[in-house]
């Protein structure tokens, strides 16, 4: 396409014996959130930063901005914003001195008042970088990979091992850079934060693209079923599902998951609950989500125990 940004085209990196990422092709547009998702190990960073030119590729092509990553290095250099994985900064500098020092290093003419202000750090500009949360780390972080007003920004893992909370503020400085039209390269093992802010998502595992599309692009495709979750409803439920041959997911802590073909059955179901009498305390009806569709392509799940920080 015309207004493609980024063209990969069948990508290997080989690490002796290992093919850390064997033989990937993707292209990104402008202006899309584009996120890569995939579990520990799986070739993420090794990829990105092959797009970002800092490591060179054992075959394949890329092209980034119309740009050729061997020799259009400096020009794309200029063009692009990066996060690394595991940002860290000076300690004694404060959040304002520190993106001062990152634009003059890039002699970037950036307005870092109206940086501060995108990554919400107005009431943290004059505290030390030390002194800040992991959270607010990151959106220095964030702003940092902006000095130069890049036209793609990578992101590789803004958000791994924050609460909660600060992962959703980081979420809303991604979503307003989206809004301004910046191309977003997003990594991240958490099927949540790619549902919520992508609009193109590339699942990875063990160096290969298993599945690539819009979330409901890949749901739709994946899973025909939804799935329906009775709560406190006992084995009433059960019974009604069997006679119906809906199939049983689970059945955890007084929750019971059945899995409909369609509207059409979870009314008939819905109705049969009625019909029989059977209370329950709630209700929930949803598709599977991008955590089970990993689980159904790989047999593994997304974040794999003890990887994660939380
Ligand atoms: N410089 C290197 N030398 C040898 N092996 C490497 C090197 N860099 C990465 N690897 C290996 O390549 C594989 C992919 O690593 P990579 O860092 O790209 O994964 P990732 O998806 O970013 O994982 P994470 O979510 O943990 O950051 C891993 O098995 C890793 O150990
Ligand atoms: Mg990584």
């Not at 190990?41 to 980034?64: D, F, N, Q, W, Y």
């Not at 509207?263 to 008939?268: A, G, L, P, R, Y």
Request: proline content about 3%; aromatic content about 6%; hydrophobic content about 40%.
């Amino acid at each position: 396409m015309a207004d493609d940004v980024i063209k990969v085209k069948d990508l290997v990196k080989v690490y002796g014996e290992l093919r850390a990422v064997d033989g990937i092709t993707f292209d990104i547009e402008k202006g899309e959130v584009f996120a890569f998702l995939g579990p520990n190990g799986a070739g993420k960073t090794t990829t990105v930063e092959m797009i970002e030119t800092l490591r060179t590729p054992t075959s394949g092509t890329i092209e980034i901005l119309g740009l050729d990553i061997k020799k259009d290095r400096t020009e794309i250099l200029k063009r692009i914003g990066v996060l690394p994985q595991e940002f860290s900064s000076f300690d004694r500098l404060t959040v304002e001195e520190t993106i001062k020092y990152y634009a003059d290093l890039f002699s970037a003419d950036c307005d870092v008042d109206s940086l501060i202000a995108l990554v919400n750090l107005d009431e943290h500009r004059k505290q030390l970088y030390m002194n800040l949360s992991g959270g607010l780390k990151q959106r220095v972080g964030i702003a940092v990979s902006l000095v130069n007003d890049p036209e793609i920004v990578f992101l590789d893992e803004p958000t791994t091992g924050l609460d909660p909370r600060a992962r959703h503020d980081v979420w809303n400085v991604i979503s307003g850079l989206r809004d301004e039209g910046k191309t977003i390269f997003l990594t991240t093992h958490y099927m949540e934060e790619a549902e919520v802010l992508a609009d193109y998502i590339a699942i990875i595992s063990k160096g290969k693209i298993i599945a690539y599309g819009t979330t409901n692009e890949l749901i739709d495709k994946h899973f025909k079923t939804i799935n329906v979750t009775i709560k406190g409803g006992g084995e009433g439920v059960v019974q009604i599902a069997k006679g119906m041959g809906m199939p049983i997911k689970s059945t955890e802590n007084g929750n019971i998951t059945v899995e409909a073909s369609g509207n059409d059955q979870i009314v008939e179901f819905l109705n049969n609950l009625k019909s029989k009498n059977i209370r329950y305390t709630s209700m929930d009806i949803r598709k599977p989500n991008l955590e089970e569709l990993f689980l159904v392509l790989t047999g593994e799940e997304l974040i794999t125990q003890g990887s994660d920080a939380e």
